[in-house]
């Protein structure tokens, strides 16, 4: 029986994991990836994180594990399946309860611990840190899913390379779509940025940097309908939405940045989530579920960032141990 089985291993799951082992709680981190650092490893430059200006993403995520792995913190490469919560006086909460090292789960809140079933096994423990993250929103329209890997993609930093001295479309007005267009002009010879209104969301300083760059072109209030191509990417067919004036552009290569979604699913019977599929917590991140803790992007809250998911993850095993206190001495 585990303390506490943190799923996930961006910032807020492999913070919680080192909050967890200097808490002295028996824990294991899952991490579905072969690689931990979550969507950090995708991000190209990371300058709004205290002590580490400009760091690379790729590195930050590479030092988070080296620091959980410098204090020997447990680490399980295994997809979850489903979280189950032990009711009380059930055969499986004997069976678990027989192997807790200090008792503190029997009874805890108003169940006995969680059955996590993996695709390796299944693991008991007393608490839970959801920390799965956010995948990549899709935009829904004719060509993106035919032409995923053929020119669409979700990931600037992973596929830029290919569309060098080319002309890509980056569709979004958020910081990770303005980020990717600054990343794509470095490489490409044109980058065309299509954005649903006349202003953007992300950062003020991303947006100076933006739109100094000489072959970066806004195309403001614009949607895109369709990305044409047989066998690759050739061009998108876009409508003003003001005008409604349609036009054609020849583009290689189509990079959507139209936001993220919270990867719950799992959890969407065993705990509340909002109308987005956002698991509901506060600051404390506890969920609605006694022994269910929401670290990182997966959880309600105002600013999803990475310093935020660290902020989570130290949270959420606070909450973890006040919870494990609760229930020892009920
Ligand atoms: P986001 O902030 O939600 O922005 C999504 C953008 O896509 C918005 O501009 C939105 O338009 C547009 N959009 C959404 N659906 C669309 C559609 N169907 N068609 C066209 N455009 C659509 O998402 P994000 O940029 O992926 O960022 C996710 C989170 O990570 C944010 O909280 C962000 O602040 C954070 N983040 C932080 C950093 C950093 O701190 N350095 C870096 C990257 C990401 P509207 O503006 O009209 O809604």
């Not at 913190?73 to 006086?89: A, G, H, M, W």
Request: glycine share 12%; hydrophobic share 40%; net charge negative.
């Amino acid at each position: 029986m585990y303390d506490v089985v943190i799923m996930g291993s961006g910032p807020a799951g492999l913070c919680a994991a080192i909050y967890a082992k200097r808490a002295g709680l028996k824990a294991v981190t899952l991490e579905k990836s072969p690689m931990s650092g979550g969507q950090v490893l995708n991000t190209y430059e990371v300058d709004n994180y205290p002590g580490l200006p400009g760091i690379n993403g790729f590195d930050m995520g590479m030092k988070f594990r080296e620091h959980a792995d410098k204090l020997g913190c447990e680490f399980l490469n295994d997809s979850v399946l489903s979280v189950t919560p032990i009711q009380k006086d059930t055969e499986l909460v004997r069976a678990a309860s027989s192997n807790t090292v200090d008792g503190a789960g029997e009874g805890a809140g108003s169940n006995a611990g969680f059955v996590i079933e993996t695709e390796g096994g299944v693991l008991h423990t007393k608490t839970v840190v959801a920390a799965m993250g956010a995948s990549h929103a899709k935009l829904g329209i004719p060509g993106e899913e035919e032409l995923s890997g053929m020119g669409v993609s979700y990931c600037a930093t992973c596929d830029g390379a290919f569309f060098r001295g080319r002309t890509t479309a980056v569709i979004g007005g958020g910081d990770v779509a303005v980020e990717d267009a600054i990343f794509l002009a470095r490489g490409c010879e044109k980058v065309y940025l299509i954005h649903r209104r006349d202003e953007l969301r992300a950062a003020k300083i991303l947006q100076e940097e933006l739109l100094s760059l000489p072959n970066v072109e806004v195309i403001w209030d614009t949607v895109v309908e369709r990305i044409n191509g047989e066998d690759q990417v050739e061009s998108i067919s876009v409508k003003n939405k003001k005008t409604g004036e349609e036009a054609q552009i020849a583009v290689d290569g189509v990079f959507v940045a139209v936001g993220i979604l919270p990867q719950s699913e799992i959890m969407a019977d065993v705990t509340a989530c909002d109308e987005k599929g956002y698991l509901i917590a506060g600051e404390d991140c506890a969920c609605t579920t006694p022994g269910i803790f929401a670290a990182g992007d997966i959880r309600t809250k105002k600013l999803r960032q990475i310093i935020t998911a660290a902020a989570d993850g130290a949270n959420a095993i606070t909450s973890v141990q006040e919870y494990l206190i609760e229930a020892k001495n009920k």
